[in-house]
């Protein structure tokens, strides 16, 4: 949004199939992507080199060209290393720069103080593969860059993401097919949420709310004051519940005492709270501390729309009736306004609201449920219903005017490993279960596919450890103790340790640390210290796996 003026997917996902040369960082696409990375594979198929940047040797490294298996959170080294072979060599589009970007010259002294020699030593990438990484991608003309968490989830994510945006605008690799900036979104509608301003920055369409303007458009539409005051992101509520100054939430569609870090802090604040509902399909874990659950229907059983990554808006039909009391999150809503003294019509559905919504905000001003029940799903900007739908961005010219060049250098994690505290924990997902576990862990497929929490060790740690393969043993930081069975594996790096965070047996973020970004407030799930201890098992225990979960 900052170096552009548009933070989505700059392509489109059928784009990368053409695309010559791919680079995934921090993106286990594969499991966590897996229709993206199909696509992905049919580029390899047809001969695009893939580089891989990831501290876990993660599947898609089987087929890639280059895996640079760098130490966790060490991105800002990597990518200036690469922005410096680059310049040094003279192998940025000078053409590009001059007409379309600012700032250059500050990146350019920045990244010449970044040599990858310098870089090996920290990121432990051989300084000859980030060389030939760098010199692939300046030189391949469709050549796109895919990230997401393992980028994104640091206390420096925000500065990860402009390292990567410089490369972009060094190379000129924007406004063209199959290449671009694409951040891969994690859930089905999280595009079409943000979309729809569930952000507490902007508006409908990204209109901001520090713009009086766009305010006075609003209050006028919707017949009530709109003030340009920012809210608070997720991280700060967090902050606010623990000083005792946010005192209510409604929750929907989000289950935080197990997705939040440092989750003990926010089972303590949420004991605190005066009002909470939890607007959810299931009864999830944040349910323990809800006044009031509002049962909701999930996507098969309502209409709408999502937009997905590719900011692809897409029709979501309805084919069965939702149980017992549940209803649609839009219509649960609209009572909750009109019980507030806010009337709501009785006959607008999903396509009046998003017809309002269209009315809005010019990005999506061409886009209607009728119109997508003729020609398909829509890519916004779609600025009028004749309009076509936009495949990629910046075609015809960068968004924002300028392409903005943001200068970074490298600071390391908020927590280092240590003495006391001597592996750097990681944590994220598989391919079998999803997120808080809420879904998936009710189906008995997935479930007996991958039953329990666990902790991946490399075997050499495992061994100095004295800890066997599927092993109890305790994850210690500095914020908890998690309880749960080793996996050893050649997957993580020499001292790191790995666990998904889909097990509320085996709560992972007791452990990880809430410091966030700076900008986005997105806490550091990706890098925190930690240790193990291996447990002695009792005979039940080994008895009845999962019996040990209480302990934890
Ligand atoms: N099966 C399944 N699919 C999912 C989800 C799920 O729970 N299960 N969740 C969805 C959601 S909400 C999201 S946001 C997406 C997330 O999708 P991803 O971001 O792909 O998933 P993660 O497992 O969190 O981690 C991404 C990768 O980052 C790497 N990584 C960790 N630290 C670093 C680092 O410092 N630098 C670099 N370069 N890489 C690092 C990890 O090793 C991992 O391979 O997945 C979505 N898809
Ligand atoms: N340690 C660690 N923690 C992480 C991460 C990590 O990588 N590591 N990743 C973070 C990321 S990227 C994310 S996105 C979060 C995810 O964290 P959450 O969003 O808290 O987790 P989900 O399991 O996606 O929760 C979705 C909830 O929505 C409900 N739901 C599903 N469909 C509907 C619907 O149509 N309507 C309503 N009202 N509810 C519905 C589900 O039942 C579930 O309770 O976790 C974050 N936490
Ligand atoms: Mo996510």
């Not at 030593?121 to 030189?139: F, N, S």
């Amino acid at each position: 949004m900052t170096t552009y003026g548009a933070g989505a997917m700059t392509n489109s996902i059928p784009e990368i199939r053409d695309a010559d040369f791919l680079f995934v960082i921090g993106s286990n696409t594969s499991e966590a992507h897996p229709i993206i990375a199909m696509e992905m594979k049919q580029a390899v198929r047809r001969g695009a080199r893939l580089a891989v940047a990831d501290p876990r040797a993660i599947w898609m490294t089987r087929i890639a060209d280059w895996h640079l298996q760098l130490a966790g959170g060490t991105d800002v080294w990597l990518l200036n290393a690469m922005a410096h072979v680059i310049v040094s060599e003279g192998l940025e589009d000078k053409e590009f720069i001059a007409a379309n970007t600012e700032n250059f010259e500050s990146v350019r002294e920045t990244v010449l103080r970044y040599p990858p020699e310098e870089a090996e030593k920290v990121t432990g990438v051989p300084a000859e593969t980030i060389r030939e990484v760098a010199r692939a991608y300046a030189t391949t003309e469709k050549a796109g860059i895919y990230y997401t968490l393992g980028i994104t989830e640091h206390t420096t994510g925000t500065d990860n993401v402009y390292a990567l945006s410089n490369l972009v605008l060094l190379t000129g690799h924007l406004g063209k097919r199959s290449a671009g900036m694409n951040p891969l979104r994690g859930q089905n509608n999280v595009q079409g949420a943000n979309d729809a301003g569930a952000t507490p920055v902007f508006l409908p369409g990204y209109q901001r709310v520090a713009d009086p303007e766009v305010c006075a458009k609003f209050s006028a539409a919707w017949g009530v004051e709109q003030r340009p005051e920012p809210g608070l992101n997720l991280n700060e509520m967090m902050k606010a519940m623990s000083k005792g100054e946010l005192r209510g939430m409604y929750l929907m569609g989000e289950d935080i005492v197990i997705s939040e870090p440092n989750v003990s802090r926010v089972e303590e604040a949420m004991n605190e709270m005066e009002f909470v509902v939890v607007q959810d399909i299931f009864f999830n874990e944040s349910c323990r501390y809800a006044d009031v659950v509002l049962p909701a229907a999930c996507f098969a059983e309502k209409d709408g729309v999502f937009a997905n990554s590719d900011r692809r808006v897409q029709r979501v039909r309805k084919a069965v009736e939702p149980p017992g009391e549940a209803r649609a999150d839009w219509a649960i809503l609209a009572e909750v306004m009109r019980r507030a003294g806010y009337p709501q019509p009785a006959d607008h559905g999903p396509a009046e609201i998003y017809a309002e919504m269209a009315s809005l905000a010019p990005k999506f001003a061409g886009i209607s449920h009728a119109r997508i029940e003729r020609e398909g799903g829509l890519q916004w900007p779609v600025t009028s219903p004749t309009a076509p739908s936009t495949e990629y961005l910046h075609k015809d010219g960068i968004l924002r005017g300028k392409g903005l060049f943001q200068a970074v250098e490298y600071r390391p994690p908020f927590e280092c490993a240590d003495a006391e505290y001597p592996l750097v924990l990681s944590t994220g997902r598989t391919l079998y279960h999803y997120n808080a576990g809420t879904q998936t862990r009710r189906s008995g497929g997935l479930t007996a596919k991958q039953p329990e929490g666990f902790v991946e060790i490399h075997p050499k740690t495992a061994r100095h450890l004295g800890v066997a393969d599927g092993q109890l043993v305790d994850v210690v930081s500095r914020r908890g103790r998690v309880r749960c069975r080793a996996m050893v594996s050649r997957q993580v790096r020499r001292n790191s340790i790995w666990m998904p965070f889909h097990f509320p047996e085996a709560q992972t973020n007791l452990l990880t640390t809430d410091a966030g970004d700076a900008v986005t407030g997105t806490g550091e799930y990706k890098v925190c210290a930690a240790r193990i201890e291996p447990v002695a098992e009792s005979e039940a225990e080994r008895l009845f796996p999962g019996s040990y979960a209480a302990a934890g």
